[in-house]
């Protein structure tokens, strides 16, 4: 992937560039050897932005370390390298009756990466943030040391590599607690509704009555239709299948075309066909959990549908108290913008708090907007809803960033300069470089005002 945004999808160029394999940087660690530029652990390259970037100095290739370490299927603790997949998980989970409790929306994620982003899916207001049902971790740093971190065991390290994006070590292995499941099944039902306060209106019940619960907007929607979108809620089945029920992905984007073909036209017809087809789905059907928490996964390389500069994401995250009149400005600044979002996702957090230092759900709700990637008028467009979300109180995701400046990073971390104690010297990102190492005592206030 090319240009400012999405250059991590998978192993980018840039990540070859500087990679090398995890034993290689496991050797360098325990050797306690200088690298130059500092080092950075990369697990299959799923953020949408610079966390997981380093190219000053190396990467460390963690997929290779992707042994399941053990399980007990008596309590669902399971033992697992830092670079195991998460759909590996489900697969070896499922048959035992268990699930993990958190998947976010692509199973192409390692646990380490899961864990240094503190990911978070379609259940947060029941199962809090995947770092919630971590037991404990290994996590080795650059004098060498391997250090077992848990809530009880050196428990502020703990609490900041949930969420640190990989700043304060390499994390090995991990001990994950899983759920018990009726099956590996999902029971869909989609609900459609004609405003966004409709939405907001149900989302809470929705979320009470349900596992899990996530929200599609029709971003193009203007006049009455617009904030209209289509509520889709799930619980495991009971008796269904205990296999993980997957599937080899059929459908591909052979090629990049030369422009993006997302533009606002093709949208907003797909959009309309889309709701229409949703719409008719109320009778709940039992899903597998593909098609149910991964739906972009059945289409390899749908990245290349943005073109060759590929996209930016923009999520937020606002409080309860300003959704009302936060989230449809954020609509809104889009539209006035011109821009047209892909996907446009939104859900409801709840008050499970994460053992991490700098997770980013809070109480409120998330929005999650998609834009190809056309230069300046997208990069102003995306500075507008930082400063929405940040004047309503709210946050913007650090890990689906590529352009983020250091003042609404602090804005939405205040409490970044505890990681950074915390963080080892030996480690840095491309995106701790652009805001975190940007910020003095001062900086805030300067970056602001420039």
Sequence with gaps: MTGHAYRSFGLARRGRENGLPAPDAVALLEKGAVMPGGLLAYGNGRSYGDSCLNDAGMLADMRGMDRILGFDPATGIIEVEAGVMLWDLVARAAVHGYFPPVLPGTRFVTVGGAIANDVHGKNHHRRGTFGCHVEELVLLRSDGRRLTCSATDNPELFSATIGGMGLTGLILSAKLKLMPVGSAGIVQTVRPFPALDAYLDMAEQADADNEYAVAWIDQLATGRKAGRGLLITGNHAEGGPVQALGANTRLSVPFQPPVTVLGRPFLTIFNE????????QATPRTVGPLGFFFPLDGARHWNR??????????????????????????????????????????????????????????????????FPNRGRATLDLLAR???????????????????????TFEASFPHWRRLERLRDPAFLSDFWRRTAMALDDGGAARLAAE
């Design 273 to 280: 066909a889309y709701f229409q087809a949703k719409r008719r």
């Design 305 to 370: 549908l943005y073109g060759p500069d590929g996209l930016f994401q923009h999520q937020s995250v606002i409080s309860f108290e300003t959704a009302r009149t936060a989230l449809p400005a954020l609509l809104e600044a889009t539209r006035e913008a011109g821009q047209a979002s892909f996907l446009t996702v939104l859900k409801r957090f709840g008050r499970v708090a994460s053992p991490g230092l700098l997770s980013f759900p809070r109480p409120g709700y998330t929005l999650t907007l998609d």
């Design 385 to 407: 809803l930082d400063r929405i979300t940040v004047d309503a109180g709210g946050a913007v995701n650090p890990y689906k960033d590529a352009r983020m400046n250091a003042a």
